[in-house]
C-alpha cells in the first residue's frame, strides 16, 4: 500500500548547497546562465595517493611541479587556489569552462570534480534572558544526561570543529564572558586557524561577493553557527561532552559562502594539530563517497580521527541526496531528528497573560524585545489562502496581523499586510507543529515577521474573534513542547548513496536545538539542521573516546549504530511503521547502549545493493568482551520502502523477508561468533524502489537489543535512467552571449573565438559514473576522440536543473596525445555510463547526439 504520495515542506535552515534549476522552458528558449550547476573552481587530482597513505612528500610535489610546468608549456591561464599532499594529492584552481577543459587533458592529471560551493545556513535566532540556566532539552533524547551522571565528560579528548569559527569569549566555552577578553589559545579552545578572514563569501550571486581569503591565526566566530555547534558538543553546562578540548578552523567569513578546497585545507589542519574527532556540519549534496572531502574524510577516519559529518537539509529534494564528506565511505554520516521541546521567545496576549513562543523569519527586521501593540487578523483558522490577495490600504494599520499559513508564500503575506499598514505579522502553522518561515524578496519586509505553532494561532485566532487582543513583546525565554520532537526532521536528507551504500548512518537531535551563539549575535540562538545532529554525535563519540579508550575510529561508527533506537516515521507515526532506513539510518543514537555495551556486532549496517540476481546473504560476527556468554535471538524488524521516484518520494508499507543460518547465536566470553542474515526483496515493490529495515539480537539475558539496519534497492539499478527528458528539452546544443545560454536544436556555427564555442547543457536525473562527450565527423562518421571525460558526476539538484560542457576545437585520446581539429562539420555525442554500470555492457550506456557543429574560425 502505498501511503504517501510527496515530500513534506522543510521547515530549517540549510547549511548544504542549494543549486540552481533552468525553469520550464520550450525547446527553443534560453535559460540564464546563472541558473547552471557548475562552478569556476576545480579539484585537480594526480595520478600518486597522498602522503597518508604512504607516497612520499617529494613524489606528490614532484607531481605538482611537473603539472605546473606543463600547464606553463601548453600556454593555460588559471589561477592555482591551494594545493594538497595528505589526505589528498591535488591542486585547487580557478578556471572557466573552456579552459577547464584543457586542463583535463594534461599529463599527470588523474580526474577533476567541481569544487562546491557551500551556503551558509540561516540561523533562527533566540534570546537568553538572565537566570535562564541551560541547554539540556535534547541530551534526553540520546541519553548524554545520563553518561555525563556515570563520570563521563569528554575530559583529555580533542574535538575538531570545521565551521564559522567559535566563539571562545563565550563563559560556557571557557571564556571570561566580554567580547574580546580572551586570549586565543583559550582554556578551551586551544587549537585552531581562520582560514578566510571576516569579509570572504564565495557565492558570486551575494552582493558581498568576496571570494579572496585572508587567512590568520584567530578562529573567531562573527557569523554564529560554529558557536552553536561547539556549544552542542561541549558547552561548559548543557553541552553533550563539557569537558572536550576544541579545534576552532574557520573556513567561513561572517556572511555568505565556502567552498569545498577551503574544508578540505582545514581537514589537513585539524589531522596535524591532532584532533580525535572531527565534526563537520557542512558539505555537498547528491555527491559520491569519491568526492574529495569525503575521500579526505575517509582518509582521517584511516589515520584514527572519528570523522562525524551532517548528512544534509535536502529533504525535499528527494532521494539519492545526501552530501559530502557525510556519504564517505567510513565517516559517520548523521540526520537529523526533532527536539522534543524548543526553547522560544515569549510575547504575552490579553487578557490573561498567555505566554506564544515564536521563531524569528529569515528577512525580516529582528522583532522587538518590549512594548505593547493591539492585533489584527486577515483570516481564520479555516482561510486556506490568508492575506494571498493586496488587502484594502490602512486595514491593519498600526497592529500586527495574525496569518494563517496557506495558499501563497510567506513573503506574499507579509508583504500584503505590510502594504495594508501593518506594524508586524505573527504566521501560524496550518497543520501540527511549528513553521520557519522566510520571507526574503522585493521590495524587501519591513517590519517584524515571527512565527508561532497552529494551536497558538487558533488561541489568539479564537481570542480576536471575541474582541481586542493586544500582544506584548518581552525579553523572556520559555521552553515549549514540539510535536514531532523525537521524529526525523523534515529537512533531513534522504539517502542511499550512489554506490547504494548505507547513508544516513544514525541520527541526533538537529531540528529545534538551542545552543550557545556569539555574544556579539546575543549569545544564545535555536537553531535547526543536520548541522545540529552532527554535533550531538561528535561529542557523544567523545565521551565514548573517554569511557573506552582502546575504541577505534573505525569501529565507532559500528558501535553507536548496535545501540541506536529506530524512529516511526515522521509522516504519521500513529500507523506503527518505522521510518526508512535510508533516511534515519540506525536511528536516534543511544549513548547509554553504547557506553554499556559489551557486544559489538559488525558490520554495523549492511549495504545490499542491487536484488536483480536474488537475495543477498551477508555474514553478521559478533564479538562479546564480557566474561560470560551471552546468546541473541534473532529477529527481523521492518522498515518503510520507498518506491522509484527520485525528486517526489513515495512510501510504501511493503517489505522484504529476513532469513538467518540459526534462530539464535550464543557468543562465548572474549570470543565471537557468526551468523548468516538472507534478505529476500518484497515481491510488490515497484522495480528501482529501495527496500530496508532492521536485524535485531535480542539478549536472552536481559532483553537489551542490538539492531543492524539493512537496505538494497529492488531490482537493476542500471534501470534507473540519467537523461531524462525535461520540460526545456534537455539535452541542449547552446549557444552563449555572456548572460544566458540558448538552444541550437537546428545546429549552429562557431568562430571559437570568445564564448563563441559550442555548449552543451545536460540534466542528470541521477548520479552517474561516467560522462563523456566525443566528437565525430557529420559527414564521414570519423571518430575524433573525446572532447570531455569526467568520473563520479552528481546528479542535478532538481528535476529540471542543468549542468554545462564546453568544446575548444580540440580532442584528445585516453593516452592523453590532443589534437586541433579542423574547421568542418562534427557532431558530439554524449555517453553516460549509468552508477555501478560496466563500462563493457552497452546496456549501461546512455547516448544522445548533438544537432551538427560547425566549427568556422575565421
Same mark, same amino acid.
Given at each position: 500500500m502505498q501511503i504517501r504520495q510527496t515530500l513534506l515542506a522543510s521547515a530549517a535552515a540549510a547549511a548544504f548547497l542549494s543549486l540552481g534549476t533552468g525553469g520550464a522552458q520550450a525547446a527553443t528558449q534560453s535559460v540564464p546562465a546563472k541558473a547552471a550547476e557548475q562552478t569556476r573552481h576545480w579539484f585537480v587530482e594526480f595520478n600518486s595517493l597522498p602522503t597518508i597513505e604512504g607516497t612520499s612528500l617529494e613524489k606528490v610535489r614532484g607531481e605538482k611541479a611537473a603539472f605546473r610546468a606543463a600547464a606553463k608549456a601548453?600556454?593555460?591561464?588559471?589561477?592555482?587556489?591551494?594545493?594538497?599532499?595528505?589526505?589528498?594529492?591535488?591542486?585547487?584552481?580557478? %578556471?572557466?569552462?573552456?579552459?577547464?577543459?584543457?586542463?583535463?587533458?594534461?599529463?599527470?592529471?588523474?580526474?577533476?570534480?567541481?569544487?562546491?560551493? *557551500?551556503?551558509?545556513? $540561516? !540561523?533562527?535566532?533566540? &534570546?537568553?534572558?538572565a537566570g535562564a540556566s541551560d541547554l539540556d532539552i535534547a541530551l534526553q533524547l540520546t541519553g548524554a544526561d545520563q553518561v555525563q551522571a556515570m563520570g563521563y565528560n569528554g575530559a583529555g579528548v580533542k574535538v575538531g570543529v570545521i565551521?564559522?569559527?567559535?566563539?571562545?569569549?563565550?563563559?560556557?566555552?571557557?571564556?571570561? @564572558?566580554? !567580547?574580546?577578553?580572551?586570549?586565543?589559545?583559550?582554556?578551551?579552545?586551544?587549537?585552531?586557524?581562520?582560514?578566510?578572514?571576516?569579509?570572504?563569501?564565495?557565492?558570486?550571486?551575494?552582493?558581498?561577493?568576496?571570494?579572496?581569503?585572508?587567512?590568520?591565526?584567530?578562529?573567531?566566530d562573527c557569523a554564529g553557527h560554529g558557536t552553536h555547534v561547539a556549544g552542542i558538543i561541549g558547552a561548559n553546562a548543557g553541552g553533550v561532552a563539557p569537558n572536550v578540548t576544541f579545534g576552532a578552523y574557520r573556513v567561513f567569513g561572517c556572511e555568505g559562502s565556502t567552498e569545498a578546497d577551503v574544508?578540505?585545507?582545514?581537514?589537513? $589542519?585539524?589531522?596535524?594539530?591532532?584532533?580525535?574527532?572531527?565534526?563537520?556540519?557542512?558539505?555537498?549534496?547528491?555527491?559520491?563517497? &569519491?568526492?574529495?572531502? %569525503?575521500?579526505?574524510?575517509?582518509?582521517?577516519?584511516?589515520?584514527?580521527?572519528?570523522?562525524?559529518?551532517?548528512?544534509?537539509?535536502?529533504?525535499?529534494?528527494?532521494?539519492?541526496?545526501? @552530501?559530502?564528506?557525510?556519504?564517505?565511505?567510513?565517516?559517520?554520516?548523521?540526520?537529523?531528528?526533532d527536539n522534543t521541546h524548543v526553547k522560544l521567545n515569549e510575547f504575552t496576549v490579553s487578557e490573561d497573560n498567555t505566554a506564544i513562543g515564536w521563531q524569528q523569519a529569515t528577512g525580516a527586521p529582528s522583532a522587538p524585545l518590549s512594548g505593547s501593540q493591539p492585533m489584527s487578523r486577515t483570516g481564520t483558522v479555516a482561510s486556506t489562502t490568508d492575506a494571498c490577495s493586496p488587502l484594502p490600504a490602512g486595514s491593519l494599520s498600526g497592529t500586527v496581523a495574525l496569518i494563517r499559513r496557506g495558499g501563497c508564500t510567506f513573503y506574499v503575506k507579509a508583504f500584503n499586510a505590510q502594504v495594508a499598514g501593518a506594524a508586524g505579522v505573527v504566521l501560524y502553522n496550518n497543520v501540527p507543529g511549528r513553521i520557519s518561515p522566510t520571507v526574503v524578496g522585493v521590495p524587501a519586509i519591513t517590519i517584524p515577521v515571527v512565527s508561532v505553532s497552529d494551536t497558538e494561532g487558533a488561541l489568539i485566532d479564537s481570542r480576536l474573534a471575541s474582541g481586542?487582543?493586544?500582544?506584548?513583546?518581552?525579553?523572556?525565554?520559555?521552553?515549549? !513542547?514540539?510535536?514531532?520532537g523525537g521524529l526525523i526532521s523534515s529537512f533531513s536528507s534522504y539517502g542511499l548513496a550512489a554506490d547504494l551504500s548505507i547513508k544516513p548512518n544514525i541520527g541526533a537531535p538537529g531540528g529545534l536545538i538551542y545552543s550557545t551563539y556569539?555574544?556579539?549575535?546575543?549569545?544564545?540562538?535555536?537553531?535547526? +539542521?543536520?548541522?545540529?545532529?552532527?554535533?550531538?554525535?561528535? +561529542?557523544?563519540?567523545?565521551?565514548?573516546?573517554?569511557?573506552?579508550?582502546?575504541?577505534?575510529?573505525?569501529?565507532?561508527?559500528? $558501535?553507536?549504530?548496535?545501540?541506536?533506537?529506530?524512529?516511526?516515521?515522521?509522516?504519521?507515526? @500513529?500507523l506503527g511503521y518505522l521510518d526508512e532506513v535510508h533516511r534515519q539510518g540506525a536511528g536516534m543514537l543511544d549513548l547509554v547502549g553504547a557506553v554499556q555495551a559489551t557486544t559489538l556486532v559488525q558490520p554495523g549496517e549492511l549495504a545490499l545493493g542491487e536484488s536483480q540476481n536474488g537475495p543477498v546473504t551477508r555474514t553478521l560476527t559478533f564479538t562479546n568482551k564480557g566474561s560470560s556468554p551471552v546468546t541473541y535471538d534473532l529477529?527481523? %524488524?521492518?522498515?518503510?520502502?520507498? +518506491?522509484?521516484?527520485?525528486?517526489?518520494?513515495?512510501?510504501?508499507?511493503?517489505?522484504?523477508?529476513?532469513?538467518?543460518?540459526a534462530a539464535s547465536v550464543t557468543v562465548p566470553a572474549k570470543g565471537s561468533?557468526?551468523?548468516?542474515?538472507?534478505?529476500?526483496?518484497?515481491?510488490?515493490?515497484?522495480?528501482?524502489?529501495?527496500?530496508?529495515?532492521?536485524?535485531?539480537?535480542?539478549?536472552?539475558?536481559? +532483553?537489551?537489543? *542490538?539492531?543492524?539496519?539493512?537496505?538494497?534497492?529492488?531490482?537493476d539499478y542500471q534501470a534507473i535512467q540519467v537523461l531524462v527528458p525535461t520540460a526545456n528539452g534537455f539535452p541542449w546544443l547552446a549557444k552563449f552571449d555572456g548572460t544566458n545560454y540558448t538552444n541550437q536544436p537546428g545546429g549552429a556555427s562557431y568562430t571559437m573565438a570568445g564564448n563563441d564555442i559550442p555548449y552543451f547543457l545536460?540534466?542528470?536525473?541521477?548520479?552517474?559514473?561516467?560522462?563523456?562527450? &566525443?566528437?565525430?565527423?557529420?559527414?564521414?562518421?570519423?571518430?575524433?576522440?573525446?572532447?570531455?571525460?569526467?568520473?563520479?558526476?552528481? $546528479?542535478?539538484a532538481t528535476s529540471t536543473g542543468f549542468f554545462t560542457w564546453t568544446w575548444d576545437g580540440t580532442t584528445f585520446t585516453k593516452g592523453g596525445h590532443t589534437t586541433p581539429v579542423p574547421n568542418g562539420q562534427y557532431v558530439v555525442k554524449l555517453s553516460v555510463l549509468k552508477a555501478l554500470g560496466n563500462p563493457d555492457n552497452a546496456a549501461d550506456w546512455e547516448t544522445w547526439s548533438s544537432p551538427v557543429v560547425t566549427l568556422q574560425r575565421p
Open positions: 601548453a600556454g593555460l591561464s588559471f589561477k592555482e587556489r591551494r594545493a594538497f599532499d595528505v589526505l589528498f594529492n591535488g591542486v585547487s584552481i580557478e %578556471a572557466g569552462p573552456a579552459m577547464r577543459a584543457k586542463i583535463a587533458r594534461l599529463p599527470g592529471v588523474k580526474a577533476m570534480y567541481p569544487v562546491e560551493i *557551500i551556503q551558509a545556513p $540561516r !540561523p533562527i535566532k533566540g &534570546e537568553k534572558p565551521d564559522t569559527g567559535v566563539d571562545y569569549d563565550h563563559p560556557l566555552l571557557g571564556g571570561n @564572558g566580554s !567580547p574580546g577578553s580572551t586570549a586565543f589559545p583559550s582554556s578551551r579552545v586551544q587549537y585552531g586557524y581562520d582560514f578566510v578572514g571576516d569579509a570572504y563569501n564565495a557565492d558570486p550571486a551575494s552582493p558581498n561577493y568576496d571570494p579572496v581569503p585572508h587567512p590568520d591565526a584567530n578562529p573567531d574544508m578540505m585545507a582545514a581537514m589537513e $589542519r585539524a589531522l596535524a594539530d591532532g584532533m580525535q574527532v572531527v565534526n563537520q556540519s557542512i558539505g555537498s549534496s547528491f555527491q559520491w563517497p &569519491e568526492y574529495p572531502t %569525503a575521500k579526505a574524510a575517509d582518509r582521517l577516519v584511516k589515520a584514527g580521527v572519528v570523522m562525524v559529518a551532517s548528512i544534509g537539509n535536502s529533504g525535499t529534494s528527494g532521494l539519492y541526496a545526501a @552530501g559530502a564528506p557525510g556519504v564517505g565511505k567510513k565517516v559517520i554520516g548523521v540526520a537529523s531528528f481586542a487582543v493586544t500582544m506584548t513583546w518581552t525579553p523572556d525565554l520559555g521552553t515549549f !513542547p514540539n510535536l514531532t556569539p555574544l556579539e549575535l546575543g549569545g544564545y540562538a535555536t537553531l535547526s +539542521g543536520t548541522s545540529m545532529a552532527s554535533p550531538h554525535t561528535a +561529542g557523544g563519540a567523545a565521551l565514548l573516546l573517554q569511557a573506552d579508550p582502546k575504541l577505534k575510529a573505525k569501529d565507532m561508527r559500528d $558501535r553507536l549504530q548496535n545501540s541506536a533506537d529506530p524512529a516511526m516515521w515522521q509522516g504519521s507515526p @500513529g529477529s527481523h %524488524a521492518p522498515a518503510l520502502a520507498t +518506491g522509484p521516484n527520485e525528486f517526489s518520494v513515495s512510501a510504501f508499507d511493503t517489505f522484504a523477508t529476513v532469513d538467518f543460518s561468533a557468526t551468523v548468516d542474515v538472507t534478505v529476500t526483496a518484497p515481491a510488490t515493490l515497484a522495480d528501482k524502489g529501495i527496500y530496508d529495515g532492521y536485524v535485531v539480537a535480542t539478549s536472552q539475558a536481559d +532483553g537489551k537489543a *542490538i539492531r543492524v539496519p539493512y537496505a538494497g534497492l529492488k531490482g545536460v540534466h542528470l536525473d541521477h548520479q552517474s559514473r561516467q560522462l563523456k562527450l &566525443e566528437a565525430f565527423d557529420a559527414v564521414s562518421g570519423k571518430p575524433m576522440h573525446y572532447v570531455s571525460l569526467d568520473n563520479y558526476l552528481p $546528479r542535478s
